[in-house]
């Protein structure tokens, strides 16, 4: 059974910090694997998508690598900025079936 | 245009109630996905239909009943609630339901069963 954990559960850094979040896998027979943010009480907002074949994706100061092998992801976060605080979600799509599991999230609070 | 709308945002709702959860999308993706998401937890997975058919149901109970009238609407329907269901239930779109392409989300519905 797939499982995936990100850590740490919080962070909080001052504005400015590159940061990095982290997301394990068991399993890594995956299709791909998705980053999300979501804002509290709201829905989730795709970040980042990255194909099994892919070792990494960035959109602006966003940069997501993958290594399947050894079931790891991470969430690079440049120049972070209080907007930046949210709660961040990886999710991976397993081989097996049409689901999307997700971790636990990394709670992120941007000091100004 | 990626958007997944979800209606109503939020609702309030007796333990004898009958409600409808409303999901639609306009991407033409052929997979819909219902998630429920507890405070402070992941989105758990409920159901998921493929090309309007139930293809994963997680054992959910049936006062929750998913429907999927066309490609691109999807509702769940909801009858004799607990308070513990209670949540945010989130919706979600793929183009592919074999898992290889972007999921998008709706803002979700934030159920409050009194």
């Known amino acids: 059974k797939q499982e995936v954990t990100q850590i740490p559960a919080a962070l909080s850094v001052p504005e400015g910090e590159n940061l990095v979040l982290n997301c394990s896998f068991t399993d890594s027979a995956i299709y791909n694997l998705q980053w999300f943010r979501q804002d509290p009480g709201k829905g989730l907002t795709s970040l980042l998508l990255?194909?099994?074949?892919?070792r990494e994706q960035t959109s602006g100061r966003l940069n997501a690598s993958l290594d399947k092998s050894s079931g790891r992801s991470t969430l690079y976060i440049a120049a972070s900025q209080p907007g930046d605080s949210a709660t961040y979600l990886c999710?991976?799509?397993?081989?097996?079936?049409?689901?999307?599991?997700f971790g636990s999230g990394t709670r992120l609070s941007i000091r100004p | 245009d990626t958007e997944v709308t979800q209606t109503p945002k939020h609702l309030v709702m007796g333990m004898t109630n009958k409600k409808s959860l409303k999901c639609e999308q306009h991407m033409g993706h052929r997979a819909m996905y219902w998630y429920k998401q507890k405070a402070k937890k992941p989105p758990e997975l409920m159901f998921v239909y493929s090309y309007e058919k139930l293809s994963i149901n997680e054992s959910v109970p049936s006062r929750f009943s998913p429907e999927c009238p066309n490609s691109s609407l999807l509702n769940l329907h909801l009858h004799a609630l607990q308070p513990e269901d209670s949540a945010l239930y989130l919706c979600a779109s793929s183009q592919d339901p074999g898992g290889i392409t972007e999921a998008f989300f709706g803002q979700g519905t934030r159920l409050t069963v009194v």
């Open positions: 990255i194909q099994s074949s892919q």
């Open positions: 999710a991976v799509r397993p081989g097996s079936a049409s689901k999307i599991i």
